[in-house]
């Protein structure tokens, strides 16, 4: 990461990070690094040791979180949002370390545990930093998934152009990471949001000039029925990327409308691979270019592959998922166009309907469009005579009669799906439909059955 510092130190004087009202300059942020190096010698704090430390965005964590790179550490941050599962996160990782920031003195903390992995060993060999993040186990069990700092950083020696960039995504997920690591080698400045609410975002766009807004669709969504772009001076605003589940074309239309002169751009990366780079044909178009230098790409039974330098080192808790080339099965059916894609979903959240395949993004880009619709997860339920049902789940905005809801409903989607991708059977819930990354969560238990 010599390269890191190097561009953190070129621009000392510039802004580097803003976050609870105060804005440290790269100098200022070498500083709080190298203040956490003396107190790791103070602690005598082995290298190569596995540390659990807070995911949450200030200065203090991005400090912390350079600073044990230097120290070649195995990193595992550990978001607040994801508190339910820190124990479990624990013992998967083999946390021999935890690094609290609850006092104004932030502690160093042994836990007893003595980590032991091949993965880990590998680390060790080669005298690299480590990261272990979660995925976010939206259809299962989560992966503990393991990188070498090192190639995961180098796709960021390449100087692109820099950006005052809303830090979104946390430090527990591969795309906040990317946003931090391409924030800091550019020289660009990192915003963190006070709150993670549309008002709140808008808030930190409009205070600190924000030009980049790294998101996902679901939040994007949220954004729009809130209204708060319209009470805020969102002018700064250049660019809007979207990944980690797919942008229903619905809400990518009512976004342009919105954002005529703001650049929408899909990405796409998984926690195993990093994100890759990618191209939108245009800003209302859901096709992508994805790869770039580092990647390659395979189509196999219209599913994508990916081969990437940057790759993980493996699962802590899983088998290895690469094939005999070392290409990974991302799981995402795609369609194809000559060198463009169209992410249409998670082959495992197919609804088959009598041999008839439905994406759960096609039906819930519509249901999005319906008055009084605040969210909608469409997913499979088994049907003996078709093998599956469209089933929905459905957040309203405004409190509605069920009979009513369902028979507005089927109207409204008479014109616009095909008949088997109606949805049969309809929920209600007043809990998000999300998790606490802003992705939709399939097969959520309702509160109503319509």
């Not at 190096?37 to 704090?45: I, K, P």
């Not at 595992?76 to 006092?103: C, N, T, W």
């Not at 028979?407 to 819930?429: D, E, G, W």
Request: hydrophobic share 40%; with cysteine; proline share 4%.
């Amino acid at each position: 990461m010599t390269f890191l510092l190097d561009v953190m130190s070129a621009y000392k004087g510039s802004e580097a990070i803003v976050s609870g009202g105060v804005t440290l300059t790269y100098d200022s942020l070498l500083s709080h690094t190298a203040a956490w190096r003396e107190r790791f010698a103070h602690v005598r704090l082995p290298s190569g040791v596995v540390v659990g430390m807070d995911g949450q965005y200030n200065a203090q964590t991005v400090s912390l979180l350079l600073a044990l790179m230097q120290h070649g550490a195995i990193i595992v941050p550990l978001s607040r949002e994801a508190k339910s599962h820190h124990q479990e996160f624990r013992d998967i990782a083999q946390i021999e370390y935890d690094i609290g920031m609850r006092d104004v003195s932030p502690s160093i903390e042994q836990t007893g545990s003595r980590a032991q992995h091949q993965l880990y060993d590998i680390l060790h060999e080669r005298q690299t930093p480590g990261l272990v993040l979660f995925s976010s186990g939206s259809t299962g069990k989560s992966k503990a998934v393991v990188h070498d700092l090192d190639l995961l950083m180098r796709k960021f020696q390449k100087p692109r152009r820099p950006w005052r960039t809303l830090l979104f995504l946390g430090l527990d997920h591969i795309g906040g990471i990317n946003t931090l690591f391409y924030t800091l080698s550019n020289g660009g400045m990192a915003i963190v949001p006070t709150d993670r609410n549309p008002s709140g975002i808008c808030q930190a766009i409009q205070k600190y000039k924000a030009e980049l807004l790294p998101t996902s669709p679901t939040f994007l969504n949220f954004l729009l029925l809130s209204g708060a772009y319209k009470t805020h001076d969102l002018s700064s605003l250049q660019l809007i990327t979207y990944g980690t589940e797919p942008m229903p074309q619905s809400t990518l239309d009512h976004l342009a409308q919105v954002f005529p002169t703001v650049k929408l751009q899909q990405t796409y990366g998984l926690s195993e691979l990093g994100i890759l780079r990618s191209q939108s044909r245009d800003s209302t178009s859901l096709w992508v270019r994805v790869g770039g230098e580092g990647y390659q790409t395979k189509i196999v039974d219209n599913r994508l592959w990916i081969k990437a330098d940057s790759t993980m080192l493996g699962y802590l808790n899983a088998d290895s998922p690469f094939d005999e080339e070392g290409y990974f099965d991302t799981g995402d059916e795609v369609e194809v166009d000559g060198e463009w894609l169209r992410i249409l979903g998670r082959a495992s959240e197919v609804i088959n309907v009598g041999g008839s395949k439905v994406f759960p993004a096609e039906v819930e880009s519509v249901l999005l469009t319906l008055d009084n619709v605040e969210d909608a997860v469409a997913y499979a339920e088994p049907n003996p005579l078709t093998g599956h049902i469209v089933a929905v789940t459905v957040k309203l905005q405004h409190e509605e009669s069920a009979a009513q809801f369902k028979i507005r409903m089927r109207r409204f989607c008479a014109n616009r799906l095909t008949s088997y991708k109606i949805p049969t059977r309809v929920q209600f819930s007043t809990e998000p439909l999300h998790s606490e990354r802003f992705k939709r969560m399939r097969r959520l238990a309702s509160n109503t059955a319509l």
